[in-house]
């Protein structure tokens, strides 16, 4: 940890960041398949005797998408740079330097997306009839690129396959045993956004047989995509960590006195609007008339609450890391995971804090704040509060020091007066005081457990 | 294979408007024998007016739809819920069933959801002064469901018998006892006794899953047949429009399509919160232990619960005469607002209402901080 910490009350950082990446995986993906739509599109209205009409919607399409994607688009990737940098600097910075040429590539596409997109958009009018269909596909060639390039860095995070601290392998992280099912899925679910969001432009037209002939074409992208993404979703599927596997099936019936963990109910979610999505879809296709701005509307947003499952699973499935195998989601490497080095005063290693005395509860919040708060929050989404429940402080002291033994939580990094002070802390937050010198003093003599050898 | 028209007359075919060929040779067969053409037709030229308020339709529908989300996950909780062992088979279903959790948690969520459609339905036909005849009866029926569905949520929040249900549900009953005159009956009714024990769970299971699901299908059946015999009420703005200027769409052909994609975002939506937010269990009711700190009724008692909190002492009974004049009040609505188009009356009542929607959404804010 060497960065200031980013105490967020209630939501918490890790929750944070996640919005905004779930709201830029929407408008992200539209940006990139609307551009093959656009393309497509294109050649297709030029091959219509009222192209002219054709072209027309197609301009309106085009209006909403050049908006939507740029402003928002720009607004949430900023912002996901803005967050993760204070959720995770760790992370962040070794995504920075290993990718430093991938993310010089994807700012460089994205200037160029922003270019070809206006020069297609200003040039409505002026343009010759090829060179506006070459604007059209040159703009998804490079949208695609920066998915190409993005999807390298993404699922390294999860796969990172042959990489590691020591070879630092970057074609062999890049090119990660995720990859190309991951790139190939997220392709599908960018057809099949474009689709819907033309959905939500033929809405406004008033003539009923146009009306028909878009939705027609518009369903072309939707249903294919829907067919195939679950193809792609069990290839990345069979490409994830044993461990990721067992988490979201054991989860069904087992995990965790029984429920059914929260990873096996977003696939669930995923799976479950990808299918209203296609009843959606075969609706507009059956009954062209019945597509109004409020349905078509609806059927975005299923898909959206459907990619927040996706992208939720797939956050989630790195657990307990931020890289997998590689760094634990509460900043310690796992290769600094040795039984000796966990033990030590934790404040002493990290930075940018105050130093609180030994022992106290103001020891423990800020080890709460540099150890948990990247994941928990004290009251809020997955609170401590909730959690520690049913803690004594023994229970507490025991736990903290082994609980990275069902693998689902990071090791904890400190000696027993750290860990003293971290449960003096979360007993604290229900009312409770707790002398932290007073659960060391009655511990009973407990060396470290062997789970805290580095987790495959 | 025996042909379905061979045994009916020539005549009786030949009697069937043309249109019924669309039906194909057993639907024509099958009219023939079952004469409801008359009722078919009708239902073929029902449409619905189109006009700038014409959104506000769909809740109606968006309840429904929860209805039947609380139909199908009602029966499937019940396959496993033991009114004799409350806690322990909510604790099953939550931790052993295979997707017994992702069920109550729909179950859950439906039920707020669809008390919440029925309040912001109740509103939107109040501002759109849908309540005026000759639409008194459907307007009197939806108030009926209201009270139902709030009984609903009432009666299936104890089921789990949690600490959580089990206190909330000593304080709303309490809080009834201090009504006038039957106050104190109808609180020993409900609970069985002095005190709410597992004898109010063997009363309130059957009202829960035989009693009210009946009174709720038959009530909703007359509402929706009264808004399928007068049609759907549109604003004064519209009825005044020439005939060529007021639009509407085919419901059958049309409207009921469009309504399909907004069904599947509130699934999609039930399935969200199902999966993020799932319904969580407290410890067993222990009626002998203190009460948590904090317990409060539900979020659709929680105005009334705060709004009597302004009454302490024998004020009590004032308040509670005049929040129980609210429904009353309701309830005359269509009789004391019949003027279309709007007069200066009228525009009172919805001043009122304006009000009553502020009062409402304040005092359970108020009541959800306090």
């Known amino acids: 940890m060497n960065y200031p910490v980013w105490d967020v009350p209630g939501i918490g950082a890790g929750l944070i960041v996640a919005i905004i990446a779930i709201l830029h995986v929407l408008v992200s993906h539209i940006a990139v398949g609307g551009g093959a739509f656009l393309f497509l599109a294109e050649l297709w209205a030029r091959r219509q005797p009222d192209k002219d009409r054709i072209r027309a919607w197609l301009k309106r399409y085009v209006t909403f998408f050049l908006v939507y994607t740029t402003v928002f688009g720009a607004i949430t990737g900023v912002g996901i740079w803005f967050s993760i940098q204070l959720a995770s600097p760790e992370a962040t910075s070794l995504l920075i330097h290993q990718f430093v040429f991938a993310w010089a590539i994807e700012w460089v596409a994205f200037l160029g997306e922003l270019t070809v997109l206006y020069l297609y958009y200003y040039g409505w009018d002026s343009n010759s009839e090829p060179r506006q269909i070459f604007l059209a596909g040159a703009y998804f060639g490079i949208a695609w690129i920066s998915l190409v390039v993005i999807n390298g860095i993404l699922t390294f995070m999860l796969t990172p396959g042959d990489w590691t601290l020591d070879n630092r392998d970057i074609a062999a992280g890049f090119l990660n045993p995720g990859y190309f099912s991951a790139l190939s899925l997220r392709t599908m ?168 005395p030994a022992l106290t509860r103001e020891r423990g919040e800020w080890i709460y704040r540099l150890q948990c708060a990247s994941c928990h929050t004290r009251d809020g989404y997955r609170s401590l509060t909730a959690r520690t429940e049913q803690w004594t402080p023994e229970f507490g002291f025991q736990w903290l020091e082994t609980m990275d033994a069902n693998g689902v939580m990071p090791p904890f990094q400190g000696d027993a007066e750290d860990r003293a002070a971290l449960v003096a802390y979360l007993l604290s937050l229900r009312g409770k005081t707790i002398d932290p010198t007073e659960i060391v003093r009655t511990a009973p003599p407990s060396p470290r457990a062997p789970s805290a050898e580095v987790k495959p | 294979m025996t042909d379905p028209i061979a045994p009916i007359p020539r005549e009786a075919l030949d009697a069937l408007p043309p249109e019924t060929t669309r039906l194909g040779r057993a639907g024509r067969a099958l009219l023939s024998r079952y004469p409801v053409w008359p009722v078919i037709d009708y239902f073929r030229h029902k449409s619905v007016p189109q006009h700038r308020h014409s959104a506000w339709y769909s809740v109606g529908g968006i309840v429904l739809f929860f209805f039947a989300v609380q139909l199908v996950t009602g029966i499937l909780l019940m396959v496993y819920y033991r009114p ?278 304040g005092m359970t804010i108020w009541g959800w901080w306090s």
């Open chain 1, 189 to 356: 679910v960018m057809f099949l956004l474009a689709g819907l969001s033309a959905f939500v432009v033929a809405a406004r037209v008033d003539d009923d047989q146009l009306k028909a002939r878009i939705v027609r074409f518009a369903s072309y992208w939707v249903l294919p995509a829907a067919v195939l993404i679950p193809v792609f979703s069990y290839l990345f599927w069979s490409r994830l960590p044993a461990f990721s596997v067992k988490l979201a099936t054991d989860g069904v019936v087992g995990l965790a006195g029984g429920k059914l963990e929260v990873m096996s109910r977003a696939i669930w979610l995923a799976g479950l609007t990808g299918s209203l999505v296609l009843l959606g879809t075969l609706t507009f296709l059956l009954r062209p008339r019945a597509l109004t701005l409020g349905a078509a509307i609806a059927m975005l947003g299923t898909a959206q609450i459907g990619i927040a499952g996706a992208e939720f699973f797939r956050e989630m499935a790195r657990k307990p890391y931020v890289v997998y195998g590689v760094l634990y989601s509460n900043s310690l490497w796992v290769r600094d995971a040795t039984p000796a080095k966990l033990r030590e005063p934790f404040l002493s290693r990290a930075r940018w804090h105050p130093d609180p």
């Open chain 2, 84 to 361: 004799s062992q409350p806690w322990q088979s909510v604790q099953r279903i939550v931790n052993e069933v295979p997707y017994g959790n992702v069920v109550r948690s729909l179950h859950h969520w439906a039920a707020n959801l669809m008390i919440l459609a029925v309040f912001v339905h109740l509103f939107s036909t109040f501002f759109l002064k849908a309540y005026r005849p000759p639409r008194e009866g459907t307007w009197l029926t939806g108030l009926g469901l209201l009270g139902l569905s709030m009984a609903f949520g009432f009666s299936g929040y104890l089921l789990p018998w949690d600490d959580l249900s089990f206190f909330a549900t000593r304080v709303g009953i309490s809080e009834l006892e201090k009504a006038p005159v039957l106050g104190t009956w109808i609180a020993d009714l409900a609970r069985g006794g002095d005190d709410v024990t597992v004898d109010t769970i063997g009363r309130f299971y059957p009202l829960h899953v035989v009693v009210l699901p009946l009174l709720v299908m038959g009530l909703v059946s007359v509402h929706v047949l009264f808004v399928q015999l007068q049609g759907m009420s549109a604003p004064d703005r519209y009825y005044a429009l020439p005939p060529e200027r007021k639009k509407s769409v085919s419901f059958f052909g049309e409207y009921l399509f469009a309504e399909i994609p907004i069904w599947l975002l509130m699934g999609a939506l039930l399935a969200f919160l199902a999966t993020f937010f799932p319904r969580g269990l407290s410890p067993e009711a222990d009626p002998t232990a203190p009460a948590p700190p904090g317990i409060k009724p539900e979020w659709y008692f929680l105005s009334q619960y705060q709004a009597l909190k302004l009454f302490p002492g024998k004020l009590e009974l004032v308040g509670m005469v005049l929040l129980g004049g609210i429904p009353m009040l309701a309830f005359a609505l269509p009789f004391i607002d019949r003027a279309i188009p709007t007069n200066e009356r009228g525009r009172t009542v919805t001043g009122l209402g304006f009000l009553a929607l502020m009062g409402l959404v």
